[in-house]
């Protein structure tokens, strides 16, 4: 998650600005930036690599000024050099933006045509052209910024700085958190509280799709239908480490709303959406041009394999096989020497996981590690790795890990399908623009929350759940279960939908809750079936769906989860947010430790 900060301030805004992205550097970037305006004129200096590095431009030519934005860029959109680092401006507007503009080729193509100049590879510079149009056209710079948000397409966190104009910062969310800090006399806008915590205990947070027009004497918000509205103020005493979690509850609640942002940076590290394709990273030797391949990794990192078994097998026709990294290894599996191993893992410190690396290594096979925390163990001891950007996790039960290892096997899947010759450009240039949609869609399906809150109160009450799934949705009902089992210690168990009569429905009476993942896709009317099964033996059908889905079992569901229609290939990123809502909201009501439940590990470093 890159890192924003803006001041309207009385001091000098520069060694303020890089004080806050100090703050924000747990979040990883490989670029920093700040602009502020001197006599009117926006002045920037920007680095690649560490803060120390920005540090140095401004030693050797510092900024005045008491209006600025900062930005620590992690690279999506372009390579991690000065010329792609934020802030992205013209003569008239400066701008620092995390997420992904999806329609940002169309509104670039628009833009040139109109005569404007791009001098990056990023997504982001388009924003600053936009406004600057705007602007050109008449517009005055509220006005200007409101228009241009209201065109981009996609999942964004923005700053925008106008030059002449030393009283106004206005500030966007769409999918991506934004703070805003109530200082005396001054004002402040973060990608989260730590950001401005240095400055003001006073706090409040933008929902989503509000814009903020800040001046140093006071803060206007537009909600998404651009009516005025209020926000909350928080006062955060303890600083930075108080305000961590925000306006949320627990951390749990906090990582689940960040996923538009961590599903967008990891997806934006591996595409390239000029040509809409897959980029992957120096692979040391990993040969995707393989007969078959491994997946291995334990609990939730397990089931993303898994769910990357059906991508994989789909996309490429390699074969695959996922195991249990605990088992894996005792039962002294071959493997073949034209395959390579992929080895999930959060913490990069999963001991049954690194085991298993270490076994294939001794025996002949290239690994490859997707792991969030780099230079862990597993990352280093891995031939390659594919970084999931999740940024910390603090709650034991992973959420915005697991969307991120999802992101980054979707992109593998497409590399391995292109490297085996049975995927077309076309055809990787569809799933690419369906991934670059996902941030947008899990945005939306966070907006279910209160639907599934009334539903979590009668999950609270139930001593026994089943979760259904078909294909590739069958891994993401045995996430459901694992979710709720984990957090509220309500038995659940997942099963894939077709073995419902094969023993399992034996268990259903009218006490016992399932929930259905069920798209409205190919399998959509074979999983219905299972559904009636379940209706005539009285089970409480919790339906997710979509539209079509929802009309479809509406007679028999005693509730539906509605998840916006997405590409089947990435419908296990979208509907993995309600089920994690599921759990969460269970668990609360239920008042156990949401965040640290009993006897469960961050990282487990024992067999």
């Known amino acids: 998650m890159c890192g924003i900060i803006g001041i309207l301030g009385a001091d000098p805004a520069a060694p303020r600005l890089v004080q806050a992205l100090k703050l924000l550097e747990y979040r990883g970037y490989d670029s920093a930036g700040v602009a502020t305006l001197e006599n009117g004129a926006i002045s920037r200096r920007r680095a690649a690599g560490k803060l120390v590095n920005l540090e140095r431009e401004l030693a050797e030519a510092p900024l005045a000024g008491i209006s600025g934005i900062g930005h620590t860029r992690w690279a999506t959109h372009g390579a991690p050099t000065t010329a792609n680092a934020h802030p992205h401006a013209t003569d008239k507007v400066a701008i620092v933006h995390n997420g992904i503009i999806e329609n940002f080729r169309a509104l670039r193509e628009e833009l040139i045509r109109a005569g404007h100049r791009f001098t990056s590879e990023t997504d982001s510079e388009v924003i600053a052209h936009l406004i600057t ?4 056209k008449g517009q005055k710079p509220e006005q ?23 009283d106004i910062l206005v500030g966007a969310r769409k999918g991506s958190p934004l703070a805003v800090g109530l200082g005396d006399g001054e004002m402040f806008l973060g990608s989260d509280a730590i950001a401005v915590s240095p400055f003001t205990q006073r706090v409040m947070f933008l929902e989503e799709g509000d814009i903020a027009v800040l001046s140093r004497a006071k803060v206007k918000v537009l909600d998404a239908s651009g009516q005025l509205a209020e926000r909350q103020v928080h006062i955060f005493a303890g600083g930075a480490a108080a305000a961590e979690k925000g306006n949320h509850r627990h951390f749990m609640q906090k990582e689940i709303y960040e996923q538009p942002e961590t599903t967008g940076r990891t997806i934006t590290r591996y595409v390239n959406a000029y040509e809409e394709r897959v ?6 030797g990993v040969d995707l041009n393989s007969d078959s391949a491994i997946i291995i990794g334990c609990g939730t990192a397990h089931y993303a394999g898994r769910v990357a078994e059906y991508w994989l097998e789909q996309v490429s026709g390699i074969a695959v096989e996922t195991d249990i990294a605990s088992e894996f290894r005792y039962r002294k599996p071959a493997v073949g020497k034209k395959s390579f191993g992929v080895f999930v893992s959060q913490s990069g410190e999963t001991a049954d996981t690194l085991a298993a690396l270490r076994y294939c290594k001794e025996n002949g096979l290239k690994t490859l590690a997707v792991v969030n925390v780099p230079e862990s163990t597993i990352w280093r001891e891995a031939d390659a790795r594919l970084p999931t950007l999740a940024g910390p996790e603090i709650g034991v039960a992973s959420t915005k890990a697991f969307t991120a290892q999802l992101s980054a096997l979707a992109a593998l899947s497409i590399a391995v399908g292109r490297a085996r010759g049975t995927l077309s450009s076309q055809e990787e240039g569809r799933l690419v623009h369906a991934l670059m949609e996902t941030p947008r869609l899990i945005t939306d399906a966070l907006a279910c929350e209160p639907e599934i809150e009334v539903i979590a109160q009668e999950l609270a009450q139930a001593r026994d759940v089943l979760y259904l799934g078909r294909g590739v949705h069958y891994p993401i009902a ?17 099963y894939a939908a077709g073995e419902l009569k ?3 429905i034996a268990l259903i009476d009218e006490h016992t809750p399932v929930v259905v993942v069920a798209p409205h896709d190919a399998l959509f009317e074979k999983t219905l079936s299972n559904m009636q099964e379940v209706n005539a033996r009285g089970g409480k059908l919790i339906v997710i769906t979509d539209g079509a889905g929802a009309v479809a079992c509406a007679d028999i569901a005693k509730h539906i989860i509605m998840v916006p229609t ?6 296990p990123l979208v509907y993995s947010v309600p089920i994690q809502l599921l759990a969460y909201l269970t668990a609360v009501h239920k008042g156990t430790d949401v965040d640290q439940p009993r006897n469960l590990a961050k990282s487990v470093t024992v067999e």
């Open 133 to 136: 149009d705007y602007l050109d």
């Open 144 to 166: 200007a910024a409101i228009s241009a948000v209201r065109r981009l397409e996609g999942a964004f966190g923005i700053a925008v700085l106008f030059a002449g104009d030393e």
């Open 279 to 284: 980029e992957m990273p120096n692979l040391d």
């Open 478 to 494: 045995l996430e459901g279960a694992l979710k709720l089992k984990e957090i509220s210690y309500i038995h659940a168990e997942g």
């Open 502 to 504: 094969h023993g399992p």
């Open 566 to 571: 997405c590409d089947p290939f990435i419908a």
